[in-house]
């Protein structure tokens, strides 16, 4: 079974720019989350997609962040523009039941200069 | 907002000992999820154990919960060189959201 894609691995860019990252779930897994995990912490959920509508994007900010699921399946990340603070990696991860097992991808790992 | 605390931040055996690591949280949940995470094969799922359950096993890794302490233990017996990785609960505490701890951070020495 495939796991979880999610590509670039790294991205460097300058504070200001935008930047967007992709993410494919394992077949058949209806939710997909998108997390930000900043050095020496763990996970934060920003954004829970339930087929291609958001079940929870309470704390993504939604001033420089989006996210869409287009066919329920692949999803992307954008921040547009990044701030320092923006530094960190950003996770994709599936399930096939929502509040249950989640399979996570690699890993973007981002860093604004 | 951290829902779970993981104790202690960071711990250091030797092969072949057990560890134990904690895990409390602040209100009533649904599950709670264990998951490991290496610099080689990211974050990885090792066990969920519903707010029903006390006690699950999956091979070397044993956790209990107790919801009138809200808080839970992974105890990893007989420890490898492998388990060197940094171990994070999640709880469910409605809406099928997890909500992640800071993480233990497991060195085993050889």
């Known amino acids: 079974e495939a796991g979880v894609a999610q590509s670039p691995r790294y991205k460097i860019i300058e504070k200001r720019q935008s930047v967007a990252f992709w993410c494919n779930p394992i077949?058949?897994?209806?939710?997909l989350y998108w997390y930000q995990q900043i050095l020496g912490q763990g996970p934060k959920l920003l954004i829970q997609?339930?087929?291609?509508?958001?079940?929870?994007d309470s704390q993504l900010p939604k001033d420089r962040f989006s996210a869409e699921r287009l066919k329920g399946v692949d999803s992307t990340l954008k921040i547009q523009p990044a701030k320092l603070e923006d530094s960190a990696v950003y996770l994709c991860?599936?399930?096939?039941?929502?509040?249950?097992?989640?399979?996570f991808g690699p890993g973007t790992r981002l860093t604004v200069t | 907002s951290q829902q779970g605390e993981e104790d202690p931040q960071a711990l250091s055996i030797q092969e072949g000992e057990n560890a134990t690591m904690n895990c409390s949280y602040k209100t009533s949940i649904n599950n709670l999820q264990w998951y490991r995470q290496n610099s080689g094969r990211g974050l990885v799922h090792l066990i969920l154990i519903r707010s029903n359950e006390r006690e699950k096993h999956s091979g070397r890794l044993r956790v209990t919960l107790d919801t009138s302490k809200k808080s839970s233990s992974l105890l990893i017996t007989a420890s490898r060189a492998a388990d060197t990785a940094s171990y994070f609960c999640?709880?469910?505490?409605?809406?099928?959201?997890?909500?992640f701890g800071q993480g233990t951070r497991l060195t085993i020495n050889p």
């Open positions: 997609f339930q087929n291609n509508g958001v079940v929870d």
């Open positions: 991860a599936s399930s096939l039941v929502r509040g249950y097992e989640q399979y």
């Open positions: 077949s058949g897994h209806a939710t």
């Open positions: 999640a709880t469910d505490a409605g809406a099928q959201k997890l909500v």
